[in-house]
């Protein structure tokens, strides 16, 4: 039995790998006017850069959590560090935009052999109810303020360092997560005697990626309406397929039968629209304050640091109550509270800064009370033998979240952008001006004075009228989902 210091010395240990894992998904934020000038990567080439690193994540997350109950959490955890070490190395000296999209397909490879592993661990490690509560909390605060600390230490190296510095931290981070690990996590037990069903990992990663390059191919201002709806049906069928195969195996990577659990499927609902609020929202709002206000990346970074602190204290301070209170009650308040701040800065993104991190504060406390109680439901109502699977559930819900909110907002953003973008005769046909701000303000260094005056105007206009929608439609989906939460809880409540 480990003594109390212990188990809180194994939080720390799987919570700094998280913490790298959720930065790696934002850190990139603040250098991607960078990377693009560097690596001269167009619109599409920056999504997937982006955007590889979650799809891959969340396509092998189910296969990776139920590897860790058949292999044992500790060696899977052990693994996922050596890998995500040498591709860090490797994203870090990448020489073009290929290359570093390959690096963050080997990181998310990494990412996904720790991620369940780490919730999986806590699951393990704390038997008292309380104390689980209380560290599943810490994890999950971690997490959303890791995502939002990304763009602060993306900022703060690109300020001193090349871009390459966003993956050269994680190396020596890696080591020392390592060695504590080898020395102190428990090994646990595994069942060896367990399937392991690649097959059904690599159908869900078809249909993720399927889906996701339809609406970002159907999205774009030259996209092929033939290859987004060949990609949507591919990614249909797959996803189909994934769900009869589970339904038919006698030891699926996802029991379906959890879901039957309101508590379990709001966490999950929960996770997912929290954390396709959060990455989606800080994806645009970096860019914004980069392109659009002129701020350094370090600037950018400290100026939302309010949001990711706010989420840090909720998610924690909720963890530490969490057991005593209504689940479903608080996943429905947090999403309520989450999109009122949202449509309150759909209405002060251009008001003081006072105003603004007022704003951020609510969307943050809100989305960090969000996800600290979805993981506790969801790991809390499944057994001990099926942390593996739970763990999976809850983190495919938080990359998917991400993944999913990059796509869909960003693709919303870019279609309103082209489509508000009024030019006059005189600027039409520029290269990449009518893609994105950043083709505009590439185009705009080449252009006469007056002629590149006008053109930024117009551009920065156009981007603002694309924020402003991608902010409605968080709200409205957030506010959206806590009424459906309300309805499953009323209608669980008069079933009860």
């Not at 399937?195 to 996209?223: H, T």
Request: one cysteine or more; glycine letters at 10%; proline letters at 4%.
């Amino acid at each position: 039995m480990f003594t109390q210091a212990k188990r809180w010395i194994v939080l720390a240990i799987v919570s700094s790998a998280l913490f790298l894992i959720v930065i790696d998904m934002t850190v990139l934020y603040t250098a991607l006017p960078t990377l693009t000038r560097e690596l001269s990567a167009d619109a599409s080439g920056k999504l997937w850069i982006v955007n590889a690193y979650p799809l891959v994540m969340a396509g092998l997350l189910p296969s990776m959590g139920v590897l860790g109950d058949r292999l044992g959490h500790k060696r899977l955890f052990n693994f996922g560090l050596v890998v995500f070490g040498l591709a860090s190395l490797m994203a870090a000296f990448s020489p073009s935009v290929a290359m570093l999209i390959a690096a963050r397909v080997l990181l998310a490879v990494g990412a996904a052999m720790m991620m369940p592993a780490t919730l999986s661990i806590i699951r393990l490690t704390f038997t008292d109810a309380k104390e689980r509560s209380l560290a599943i909390g810490i994890w999950a605060s971690v997490s959303s303020g890791g995502a939002g600390l990304g763009p602060l230490v993306g900022g703060f190296l690109l300020e001193h360092f090349y871009w390459g510095s966003v993956f050269l931290i994680n190396v020596p981070i890696v080591a020392l997560a390592l060695a504590a690990s080898i020395r102190i996590v428990p090994r646990g037990a595994s069942s060896a005697g367990k399937p392991w069903d690649f097959a059904s990992s690599l159908l869900v990663m078809a249909g993720l990626v399927g889906a996701l390059y339809g609406v970002k191919e159907f999205a774009r201002p030259d996209g092929s309406a033939t290859i987004a709806a060949i990609a949507a049906i591919v990614g249909a069928l797959s996803l189909i397929g994934f769900v009869r195969r589970q339904r038919r195996s006698r030891d699926p990577l996802i029991d379906f039968a959890l879901f039957r659990n309101i508590r379990f499927t709001a966490g999950a609902v929960t996770a997912l629209m929290a954390s396709f609020s959060l990455i989606g929202l800080e994806y645009l709002l970096t860019q914004r304050l980069q392109l659009v206000l002129g701020l350094s990346p370090l600037q950018a970074g400290l100026f939302i640091l309010p949001l990711p602190i706010a989420a840090f204290f909720a998610g924690t301070l909720l963890g530490g109550v969490l057991h005593r209170l209504n689940i479903v009650k608080v996943l429905l308040l947090s999403l309520l509270t989450a999109g009122l701040g949202t449509g309150a800065f759909l209405f002060g993104y251009e008001a003081s800064p006072a105003v603004q991190i007022a704003c951020m504060i609510v969307i943050g406390a809100g989305l960090g009370a969000a996800m600290s109680s979805a993981s506790s439901a969801i790991m809390n109502q499944a057994p001990a033998e099926q942390a593996g699977m739970a763990a999976s559930v809850e983190e495919v819900s938080f990359e998917l979240g991400g993944a999913v909110g990059i796509a869909v907002l960003g693709s919303l953003a870019s279609s309103v952008y082209t489509g508000t973008l009024a030019l006059p005769d005189s600027l039409r046909g520029l290269a990449g001006a009518s893609d994105s701000l950043d083709g505009a303000l590439a185009a705009a260094e080449k252009l006469p004075a007056e002629a590149s005056a006008l053109l930024r105007t117009l551009a920065m206009q156009a981007f603002d009228q694309s924020f402003s929608a991608v902010l409605a439609v968080g709200a409205g989906l957030l506010l959206l989902t806590s009424l459906i939460l309300a309805a499953m809880r009323h209608r669980a409540s008069k079933a009860a």
